[in-house]
Every structure is written in C-alpha cells, then in structure tokens.
C-alpha cells in the first residue's frame, strides 16, 4: 500500500527566504507526483506535475525534484513571499490506476512572514 | 479558474442521517473523482466516475456511492452518517487519460 509523507508538518520563515519541503514515498511504481497548494478551507490548486520518467519541473519560483528510485520528491520556493503561505499537499499517482487516484501526504503548512 | 462547483458549501447533520454532496464538472470533462479530507490529514480518494460507471474505489464502505449524470456532474451520498464522516469532500474532475484534475472549492460536512 503507497504511503506519502511530508517533512516538516509545518514551516515558519522570513520573507525572501528560499525553502524546500519534503516528500517521500513507500512504493516507487509511480505514474506521477503532483505537488498542489491548498489556501484554509479551499479546494486544491495544481502547482506541478512530474512523470515518472522527469527529473524535475518548474514554474515560476518553484522547483520540483524526483527521484523515483529513492522515493522522494522536494519543492523548492525561491524568495518566499508572505502569499505562499498556504499547505502544500504532494500527491502521487500510482502506476496501476494512473494520476486520477491520487495518494497524498498530510501537507506541510507554510508561514511567510512579513 | 476551475470550472468545478460543488454544493453545498457546507452542512450540519445528525449521527444517522444521509447527505447527498453535488459536482458540477468543468466543461469537457468526462471523469469524477471524489476525496475525503479530515481535519490536519491528507485528501483521501473514495471513488472515482468515467461515463456514468464507478472506475476504481477506495477504501470507504459500501454506504458511500455515488451517481454520474450523462452531463458529467456527479453525486455523492453517504447513508448511516457518523461522527467520524465530518470532512471537506473534494471533487476533482478531468478528461479520461488527460494528467491534469481540477478541484472543487469543496463541501465541508459536519456531523453531530
């Protein structure tokens, strides 16, 4: 059974800090890793998707890494600003069912400060 | 934008009642999936609809189900409700073999 989880639970840091979050899994016959940001009580925003056979995808100020062998996947934000707090939720598809049944972590909840 | 709707947005309800939660999906897509997600945990998948059939379960029991229209939009109902029902339940709709789900605002259910 695929098992996601997410270090830290939470994070707290200044504005302009850059910062990395953590996600690892227990299975790596994976179809994707998805990485979503979920604001309080809202749904989900799709952030970046990476197959199975990339290394990594980025947008923006945010970078996403994978290593399937390993099982571990991070995102890094790049001069973090106080809009980026939110939970950020990493999500993988897995092989036998694809990325529409998705297995996710508990999330790490960001703090950018002012 | 999404596109996906759900209601309502939230609902009190009683330990033994049901509840039926709606989706609409966003225009073109064929597929639904449903999610529950507990307070401080992880979205957790409970079933998912491509062309009015149930396509891959989690693990929830038989008294969650659910309904896709010819339209797309989709049901879920939950009998016998419990203490432990109380979530946000996420819709997420996409085209069938396309990578990309878009989520709903969710429906955050209380159950006393």
């Known amino acids: 059974k695929q098992e996601v989880t997410q270090i830290p639970a939470a994070l707290s840091v200044p504005e302009g800090e850059n910062l990395v979050l953590n996600c690892s899994f227990t299975d790596s016959a994976i179809y994707n890793l998805q990485w979503f940001r979920q604001d309080p009580g809202k749904g989900l925003t799709s952030l970046l998707l990476?197959?199975?056979?990339?290394r990594e995808q980025t947008s923006g100020r945010l970078n996403a890494s994978l290593d399937k062998s390993s099982g571990r996947s991070t995102l890094y934000i790049a001069a973090s600003q106080p809009g980026d707090s939110a939970t950020y939720l990493c999500?993988?598809?897995?092989?036998?069912?694809?990325?529409?049944?998705?297995?996710f972590g508990k999330g790490t909840k960001l703090t950018v400060n002012p | 934008e999404t596109g996906v709707t759900q209601s309502p947005t939230h609902l009190i309800k009683t330990r033994g009642q049901q509840v039926t939660l709606r989706c609409s999906s966003q225009s073109g897509h064929n597929t639904v999936s449903w999610y529950q997600q507990a307070l401080g945990q992880g979205p957790q998948f409970i079933f998912q609809y491509y062309r009015e059939e149930e396509n891959g379960r989690g693990n929830f029991p038989p008294r969650f189900s659910g309904l896709q229209f010819p339209n797309y939009s989709s049901e879920l109902n939950v009998n016998a409700l419990e203490l432990d029902d109380s979530a946000l339940y996420l819709c997420a709709s996409s085209q069938q073999g396309k990578e990309t789900q878009y989520f709903g605002p969710g429906t955050r259910l209380l159950v006393l």
């Open positions: 990476i197959q199975s056979s990339q």
């Open positions: 999500a993988v598809g897995p092989a036998q069912g694809g990325s529409e049944k998705l297995v």
